[in-house]
């Protein structure tokens, strides 16, 4: 709360509030990754250059140095192309968040506004989410095709749906019992209920679920490649230039494929930001 009463501070002295709040905002986002970039730099620093003293192979755990080199020579040609394949999955991951955020958005409303679709749509999704997700591979693959991008994708739905759904479900339903009573003493109908005290209160749990989708589209994505498919896609070179010992092209893969996952995350807080901006600020995340 300290940052909400700082600006109140500034205003009560007189002048310099818009420069004195960005500067506060810039170090509260500072305090808050400077933690998680110092752990990142010493770990990386802690591989360049103890893995030797540590007497461990580079084919087993290869140096960052190798892996970036890796990632350069096999950039956008070669056997292992990694910009080509990088965008390949990132179209499936794509679909299947589009795919699968609608499908949990269709049930969180549904069950939030019917007794009788909630009896039946939120067994049927804890079973659904309850499913090892690899054993939808085989299947997707069979229904819809190895070589189509649907099958991954669809792999990819399956994961996002269950958090969106559930989020999304939990914001509409726990409404405070006040905004609703004074909503009906106006007479107030249940579609202007929705727009202005439901969705708004969903609105915070919705981005919370899109912070964790979007890394899983990825995932189901890359576990749905790994079940056969175009080799062009960053599943299959992990699958591949591990079968062939070159690790360092593993990596590689690996570090892109967390690079746009981490690229996916930070979109989703900015949208946020944007859309909701009092969410952050009551989170004391600086907004």
């Known amino acids: 709360m300290t940052v909400g009463a700082a600006p109140l501070a500034e205003r009560g002295r007189g002048g310099g509030q818009p420069s004195g709040r960005a500067s506060r905002m810039g ?39 190798t892996v ?10 070669g056997r292992f192309a990694m910009l080509p394949s990088a ?21 969180a409303f549904a069950t939030a506004r019917w007794a009788t679709a909630r009896g039946i749509l939120l067994p049927l999704a804890v079973a659904a989410n ?20 649907l099958s991954k994708a669809l ?45 708004p209160n969903a609105l915070p749990y919705f981005f919370t679920a899109m912070k964790v989708a979007t890394t899983l589209s990825l995932i189901g994505a890359i576990v749905g490649e790994y079940f056969g498919g175009s080799s062009s896609v960053l599943g299959r070179i992990i699958v591949q230039s591990a079968s062939a010992l070159k690790f360092d092209v593993t990596w590689a893969a690996i570090a892109l494929g967390a690079l746009i996952g981490i690229t996916f995350y930070v979109l989703v807080v900015l949208v946020e930001r944007l859309v909701i901006p009092w969410a952050a600020a009551l989170r004391g995340e600086g907004g």
């Open 155 to 199: 792999m990819a739905a399956v994961l996002v749906f269950f958090p969106v759904m559930a989020n999304v479900t939990r914001g509409l339903v726990q409404v405070e019992p006040a905004s609703l009573e004074l909503m009906r003493s106006y007479a107030a109908s249940e579609s202007t209920i929705l727009r202005k005290v439901r969705i």
């Open 130 to 149: 309850a499913v090892p997700i690899i054993a939808f591979a085989p299947l997707l693959n069979n229904w819809f095709g190895l070589l189509n991008p």
């Open 68 to 77: 970036v080199e890796a990632l350069q020579a096999n950039w956008s040609s």
């Open 27 to 65: 170090r509260g986002s500072l305090g808050v990754y400077l933690p998680a970039l110092i752990v990142l730099v010493v770990a990386i620093l802690i591989l360049e250059y103890g893995l030797s003293a540590v007497h461990i192979e580079s084919f087993l755990l290869p140096r960052p140095s």
């Open 87 to 107: 965008l390949a999955t990132l179209e499936e991951a794509v679909i299947g968040l589009a795919v699968g955020t609608t499908a949990g958005l269709v049930v």
